[in-house]
């Protein structure tokens, strides 16, 4: 987990909006990048300011060797 993120599940967002900043620009991560693709996606629609990981943190991993991939 990245220091200070709120994870919130795909299936979890929209009920819980409230958890996340308008003031804020968000990053979405997620494992091979489609949820986090979604979840962009759904935020940008509800106004948020957004970057999402292309390709996850899956391929994260293999560019910056050094970061931990569960």
């Known amino acids: 987990m990245i220091k200070d993120s709120i994870?919130?599940?795909?299936?979890?967002?929209?009920?819980?909006?409230d958890e996340v900043p308008m003031d804020k620009e968000i990053y979405i991560t997620c494992q091979?990048?489609?949820?986090?693709?979604?979840?962009?996606?759904?935020?940008?629609?509800?106004?948020?300011?957004v970057?999402?990981?292309?390709?996850?943190f899956k391929l994260y991993g293999t560019v910056v060797p050094e970061c931990v991939v569960y």
């Open 7 to 17: 994870n919130i599940p795909l299936d979890e967002l929209r009920d819980r909006l």
């Open 51 to 56: 970057k999402n990981l292309d390709g996850g």
């Open 32 to 49: 091979l990048g489609m949820r986090g693709y979604v979840a962009a996606r759904m935020l940008m629609e509800k106004g948020y300011k």
